[in-house]
């Protein structure tokens, strides 16, 4: 079985190429299931139902970001990006709004380069590892959103 799900946008003929791809995990507070979520190489977000081909939500890039990678949270309440911008962002499934953004600062450490990687605890949703270009692999505690 196979399904082509394009990517709706076009730069001078040329895709914009896919870096990472989820499924959003099943809950029952999900009524839509079968949805993949895409991370495209200019940054933007997509949400797919693969069972109709249909593209359900679309995030745009802000501020020049890019994003790179994306893992759900278990319960598929929220989901994290990493990108261009040395950050992780923390993004509410329901509203696709940021709930928070994972940074160092005032003597805490956070990335110095480019986040290529995010992976959520599966067995504690506030735990969260991100990893990137600057040679440091990062555990985050989002209870308290300071590594």
Avoid at 18 to 37: D, G
């Amino acid at each position: 079985m196979a399904f082509l799900l394009s990517n709706p946008k076009k730069y001078e003929d040329f895709l914009m190429p896919i870096t990472c791809l989820r499924w959003r995990p099943t809950s029952s507070e999900m009524k839509t299931k079968n949805i993949l979520v895409a991370t495209a190489a200019d940054g933007s977000v997509y949400h797919w139902h693969v069972t109709s081909g249909k593209l359900l939500h679309t995030m745009e890039p802000v501020d020049g970001n890019q994003f790179y990678c994306l893992d759900y949270s278990p319960d598929g309440r929220n989901f994290a990006l990493g990108g261009k911008d040395y950050t992780v962002k923390i993004i509410d499934e329901h509203t696709k709004s940021l709930i928070n953004s994972l940074e160092g600062g005032g003597g805490v450490p956070g990335h110095s380069n480019r986040v290529f990687s995010v992976k959520y605890d599966q067995n504690d949703p506030n735990m969260l590892i991100s990893g990137g270009w600057d040679n440091t692999v990062l555990l985050w505690d989002l209870r308290a959103p300071k590594c």
